[in-house]
């Protein structure tokens, strides 16, 4: 399995980021991809989960109605996919490196539930994050 996070950076409050994650090396149709942050001195913070077999998605209180979670794969069956996190309206609490992870099978049902039992348990393979900064 491997997870690339690219597209973090400096950017001012009330912006906008793109961050991407190419993974590869799992069946993606099968698995949940997840994103996670981890503030300076704070534990890790799950942020949201998409399901690649139907693009079911997840997300925390806090970014909900501001970052998206959406990939080009779904239900697909590519050796590489990409997901992306698109976050809007940022604020200095935003600021974290923040992890592309992946782990898998998710149940055919309730797959909600699943993203949301995977998103606090956290997941089985993690990238090495790439770090986004708010300033205020």
């Known amino acids: 399995v491997q997870l690339v996070e690219s597209g973090g950076g400096l950017v001012q409050a009330g912006g906008s980021l793109r961050l991407s994650c190419a993974a590869s090396?799992?069946?993606?149709?099968?698995?949940?991809v997840g994103w996670y942050r981890q503030a300076p001195g704070k534990e890790h913070e799950a942020v949201a989960c998409?399901?690649?077999?139907?693009?079911?998605?997840?997300?925390?209180?806090?970014v909900k109605g501001r970052f998206t979670i959406s990939s080009d794969s779904i239900s697909s069956d590519n050796a590489k996919v990409t997901v992306w996190l698109q976050m809007n309206n940022l604020k200095p609490e935003d600021t974290a490196v923040y992890y592309c992870?992946?782990?898998?099978?998710?149940?055919?049902?309730?797959?909600?539930?699943?993203?949301?039992?995977?998103?606090?348990?956290?997941?089985?393979?993690w990238g090495k994050g790439t770090p986004v900064t708010v300033s205020a």
């Open positions: 992870a992946t782990d898998g099978p998710i149940p055919p049902h309730h797959i909600t539930q699943a993203l949301s039992i995977m998103m606090r348990n956290g997941m089985e393979h």
């Open positions: 090396g799992f069946p993606f149709g099968n698995y949940a």
């Open positions: 998409i399901a690649g077999g139907d693009g079911s998605t997840v997300y925390s209180d806090s």
